[in-house]
């Protein structure tokens, strides 16, 4: 790679039980034998949000959204203050010669004035993300498809347990991962443009 990346996406439900999918929940029977019953569940209220930034090398910074919080413009400065101190910590040698980008979707509190100007003033270099595109966001398709997998069928007791089985499930996935996720999203994204701009499915 010739160049970095961080990727933020917030995960905006994670809830205490996450039904299984059909596919997850499917079991073999013989052609006479009776269909298992299955309970019908539903998602927990109870939720949190997850933001976490990640380049080619894995995870860079994560952190939980205290409940009741809402991710404003002001708040997201105060994440975008703690990521560059995480990088300053863990990519020492990308942060001094600025050799990163900034690549996130197009939540209002990424665009607002007062953010961009934030970033202006820290010199951080932001890539433009086209509108609705989810499949050139690898953070959807890669990152959060094989947390939440993870997390499916599971009854939490806590929002503390939560976060527990969210650290440790996301800290488990390979560097490796990470590469060809961002290089994924490059082939992506040239697809995209010779596609001009159709939706490009898995």
């Known amino acids: 790679m010739g160049f970095h990346f961080s990727e933020q996406k917030v995960i905006s439900r994670c809830f205490a039980y996450d039904p ?6 499917a079991a073999w029977v013989g ?4 269909r298992p019953k299955k309970l019908r569940f539903q998602e927990s209220r109870v ?9 080619w090398q894995g995870i860079i910074h994560k952190e939980f959204v205290p409940e009741g919080e809402t991710i404003n413009a002001v708040y997201y400065k105060g994440v975008m203050e ?14 001094e010669i600025g050799d990163w980008f ?33 499949d050139l966001a690898p953070a959807d398709y890669f990152l ?5 997998s993870h997390l499916k069928g599971r009854p939490f007791d806590s929002i503390s347990d939560i976060q527990k089985a969210l650290t440790s499930t996301s800290n488990t996935i390979a560097k490796d991962d990470f ?5 994924k999203r490059y082939d992506r994204a040239n697809l995209c443009v010779q596609l001009e701009g ?3 499915e898995d």
């Open 20 to 25: 299984t999918t059909k596919c997850q929940s």
């Open 31 to 34: 052609e006479t034998s009776a």
């Open 47 to 55: 939720k949190i949000m997850f933001v976490i930034f990640f380049d």
């Open 82 to 95: 703690r990521l560059l101190n995480r990088i300053r910590r863990v990519r020492l040698g990308m942060c």
């Open 102 to 134: 900034l690549l996130h979707d197009n939540a209002p509190s990424h665009n607002a004035t007062i953010f961009k100007q934030f970033l202006a003033q820290r010199k951080v270099t932001m890539l433009d993300h086209p509108p609705y595109s989810p």
């Open 144 to 148: 959060f498809r094989k947390v939440k």
């Open 179 to 183: 590469y060809k996720s961002i290089q």
């Open 198 to 200: 159709m939706y490009v």
